[in-house]
């Protein structure tokens, strides 16, 4: 078991920041670009990001502690609590847990949330590919935060760990989803809480490379990836021809800081605006590290998904693997191919999507009754795509490690 003592006495940033130089940089630079003048962060502020490579959701790691160790309370508590609230008489460590999350901060706006979630279903199928092939792809395309997902086990297993993130999203996004009993809410906890379990285990495992990794699940990785399902969104759901209005984009940008915050993501790294969340994820990715080998193994996981699509024709899981390599040419400015092992093809979906993008979104979206035909075309599209990957049923979220 490693010794936690030891850990908090090592250098304050791992050796894996600023890993990936020059490419890293042309990585940042349109990121920068979009994110206007004084986007660069600078002393004690960079210092301060850099440092959240060491820090871990501590609100998680008390609770994990309390079940792993003190054996103060059990899972099926945690999921009791979870699913109808917390009792009475509760073991101290739930209650402080749920006391935590159900003090919701004064920013949060219902109004917001709604409108938010709405919003963001609305772009329909292509939001999905753009979470697939631009959010997860782009992540995979810095190796030194892909280790957790390698060691649980979940590294073959793509299109139901895609799907899980699916269900998750779908969940957030629903109608009164991010309540304290919509399954927004429910699962963004239970999936914080799973990651606890999985720094807990990783940071006890005398084979983890702190110098380099630093905290397996770590602020700065957090930010990044909250960044992803909402600032990159947004930019490469536009890059598709989709009109998002100004208010709409505001709604998605607090949505998703909510799930953030919910997720124990620092509030200083939220994504509290187009302007924040671009500043602060340019700022991550310029200290990306270099392309591992997991990279690739992911990003050709993720290509190939659907050729394990249940009851599927080889032509169409050819088409599949066309559309998706074509996808993600476009949404990774083509070069980001090769930091994942995989080819690149002329932008000939994208090309589709951005003309009947623009004819929906930009003409039809804009009349009267517009917002409304959206809105059902989109989960019309929702419904096909499960039915394609997974005969119409959504696989189960992966459980909360049993004590």
Avoid at 20 to 32: D, I, K, N, S, T
């Amino acid at each position: 078991m490693a010794d936690l003592a030891e850990v908090v006495s090592r250098p304050a940033v791992p050796t894996r920041y600023g890993g990936g130089g020059e490419w890293a940089r042309r990585f940042a630079a349109p990121l920068f670009r979009v994110a206007g003048p004084g986007s660069r962060m600078t002393g004690q502020e960079l210092e301060d990001l850099k440092a959240g490579l060491m820090r871990r959701d501590e609100v998680a790691d008390t609770f994990v502690r309390a079940v792993r160790e003190d054996h103060a309370v059990t899972m099926p508590a945690f999921r009791e609590a979870l699913a109808s609230g917390v009792p009475a008489d509760a073991p101290a460590p739930l209650r402080a847990l749920f006391a935590e999350l159900e003090d919701r901060p004064a920013w949060v706006d219902d109004a917001l949330l709604e409108r938010g979630a709405a919003a963001a279903r609305r772009i329909g199928k292509d939001g999905f590919d753009i979470l697939a092939y631009g959010s997860l792809l782009g992540g995979y395309r810095s190796g030194a935060a892909l280790q957790p997902l390698v060691r649980t086990g979940r590294f073959d297993d793509t299109l139901n760990r895609v799907g899980e993130t699916g269900q998750w999203w779908l969940a957030c996004t629903a109608p009164e989803g991010l309540r304290r009993d919509g399954e927004g809410w429910k699962l963004s906890v239970h999936v914080r809480v799973m990651h606890g379990f999985v720094n807990y285990q990783l940071e006890r495992d005398p084979s983890w490379d702190w110098e380099f990794r630093g905290v397996p699940i770590n602020q700065y990785d957090r930010a990044g990836t909250i960044g992803s399902f909402s600032t990159s969104y947004l930019l490469q759901a536009r890059a598709l021809g989709i009109r998002i209005p100004a208010d709409d984009a505001r709604a998605i940008m607090h949505l998703w800081s909510y799930v953030g915050w919910l997720m124990g993501v620092d509030e200083r790294w939220l994504p509290r605006t187009e302007r924040i969340g671009r500043r602060v994820l340019a700022n991550v990715v310029a200290g990306f590290s270099l392309p591992e080998e997991s990279s690739k193994q992911l990003g050709a996981g993720l290509i190939t998904m659907l050729d394990t699509a249940p009851g599927l024709p080889r032509w169409r899981r050819f088409y599949e693997r066309e559309r998706a390599l074509s996808m993600a040419t476009l949404l990774n400015l083509g070069s980001g191919m090769h930091d994942v092992g995989q080819p690149m093809r002329p932008p000939w979906y994208p090309a589709y999507r951005i003309a009947a993008n623009t004819l929906w979104t930009q003409l039809i979206g804009r009349l009267p009754g517009g917002t409304t035909l959206l809105d059902r075309r989109a989960e019309r599209a929702l419904v096909r795509m499960e039915r394609l990957q997974y005969a119409g049923k959504r696989p189960p979220i992966a459980p909360v490690p049993a004590a």
